[in-house]
C-alpha cells in the first residue's frame, strides 16, 4: 500500500506570493490533517478534511486554507505569505473514527524569503 | 496551560536500560492516545496507541494510560541506540468523529551505545 504522498518537497517561495500544497492519503483513507511543523512551536494543527467537509480547524490566520477532493486527495493554499510561515508542513491520513491514528507523509519544506 | 506537556529532555539512556518517556493532557474528554516517534529530518511514525485505562503493550514499547490522572507513558523496554528520536505524545481532541490530534513539544532521546 503506497504512503501519504506529499508535493512538492521543497519549496522556495518570495514575501507576498501564495503557495499551494498537495497530499494524496493512503487509499482508503478518507480522513486527512495538515499540520505546521517549526522548531519552536513544534506540531500545530491546521485543519481536518474528511469527504470533502472542513471538520476542523486550528488557529491559524485565513491566509491558510484548504481543501478536500472527492478522491480524497487534499490542497493546502497559503496567501500573501510571511517570513514566519517558513516550516515543515505535514499531510496526514487515517482511517474514519477519532480511534485510528494518523500515517504522515514526508512533508513539504517552505522556505519563505 | 499547554494542552499536551512533556519534558522536552534531552533524555539520555544507556543501551539496554529502560526508556521512561511521560505525558500529561488537560482535556479531560480525551478518548484516545498516541505516540510517534520522529527521527532527525524525518516526519513523525506512529508507534502506539492506547484508549483504555491500563498497559497495552507491542515488541519492546509499552503504553500506559491513567485517565483520572490524565497522564500517558510510554516505556521502551532493552533501548537500542536505533530508539534515538524525538518521541511525540498525541491526544486526540476532536468531538463527535472530527479528529483533532494535539501533540507535545516532544522528548528527544539519546541511547548511549
Known amino acids: 500500500k503506497a504512503g501519504v504522498t506529499q508535493t512538492p518537497r521543497y519549496l522556495i517561495k518570495t514575501r507576498g506570493q501564495q503557495v499551494t500544497l498537495s497530499c494524496s492519503p493512503i487509499s482508503g483513507h478518507r480522513s486527512v490533517s495538515w499540520y505546521q511543523q517549526t522548531p519552536g512551536q513544534g506540531l500545530q494543527f491546521l485543519f481536518e478534511y474528511f469527504s470533502e467537509t472542513q471538520r476542523n480547524k486550528g488557529n491559524f490566520p485565513g491566509r491558510f486554507s484548504g481543501r478536500q477532493f472527492s478522491n480524497s486527495r487534499s490542497e493546502m493554499n497559503v496567501s500573501t505569505l510571511e517570513l514566519g510561515d517558513s516550516a515543515l508542513y505535514l499531510c496526514a491520513s487515517s482511517e474514519a473514527g477519532s480511534n485510528y491514528g494518523y500515517t504522515f507523509g514526508s512533508g513539504t519544506r517552505l522556505t519563505v524569503v | 496551560q499547554k494542552e499536551v506537556e512533556q519534558n522536552s529532555g534531552p533524555l539520555s539512556v544507556p543501551e539496554g536500560a529502560i526508556a521512561s518517556l511521560n505525558c500529561t493532557y488537560s482535556d479531560r474528554g480525551s478518548q484516545s492516545f498516541f505516540w510517534y516517534r520522529q527521527y532527525s529530518g524525518k516526519s513523525p511514525e506512529l508507534i502506539m496507541s492506547?484508549?483504555?485505562?491500563g498497559d497495552k503493550e507491542d515488541g519492546r514499547f509499552t503504553a500506559q494510560l491513567n485517565k483520572a490522572s490524565q497522564y500517558v507513558s510510554l516505556l521502551i523496554r532493552d533501548s537500542q541506540p536505533s530508539d534515538s528520536a524525538t518521541y511525540l505524545c498525541a491526544v486526540n481532541t476532536g468531538f463527535q468523529g472530527a479528529q483533532k490530534l494535539v501533540f507535545g513539544q516532544g522528548t528527544r532521546l539519546t541511547i548511549n551505545p
Open positions: 492506547i484508549y483504555s485505562n
